[in-house]
């Protein structure tokens, strides 16, 4: 079992849709959890925190955690094109594991 | 300067040559890192410095030679590396090296070994 999964995509949605992007993790004694964003050539930019169970919004996006099922969640709403971009989910621990990204396309 | 500085932004060398990436970070962080990203790879983590000790070494072939002489700044030196060494090179740096507050990457420096 790889120790972060992503779905790779592309995921593509609509201008305006609410984008879903998912990630599930290994390490049961992860505490935090992060997502980034990478435009293509870019270098990733982190976007959202997340420390505990529950949600937590920040703008357009919020993040959702479930440590029980080992699950981390990347909600987008009214998604524009801007924010097509590749996803990468890195839970903190001793080895400090990205996911292989998944790559968002919003289409006007 | 704020945030992560990498130098160069781009490096073309070949098989025989030695070079050097260079990573300066303006935060007072105490951990830095080099990762290695490969075209549908994932980031791949090479070096971990923890005050300025390295802490992991991730099966990094001697080729590729990390060095830290202070909290602020970390090198990769690089000799006789082959074409599949070509890939973007990042440099991040945390407040703490669990990663517990997340990374802040420089803008990574592309390299090609021809």
Redesign the interface.
Known sequence: QKE?EQNSGPLSVPEGAIASLNCTYSDRGS??F?WYRQYSG?????IM?IYSNGDKEDGRFTAQLNKASQYVSLLIRDSQPSDSATY?C?P??????????TRLQVFP | ETGVTQTPRHLVMGMTNKKSLKCEQHLGHNAMYWYKQSAKKPLELMFVYNFKEQTENNSVPSRFSPECPNSSHLFLHLHTLQPEDSALYLCASSQDPGGGYGYTFGSGTRLTVV
């Open positions: 972060v505490q935090s992060f870019k270098s990733p930019e982190l925190s990468l890195a903190s621990g001793d080895k400090l594991i990205f996911g292989t990204g």
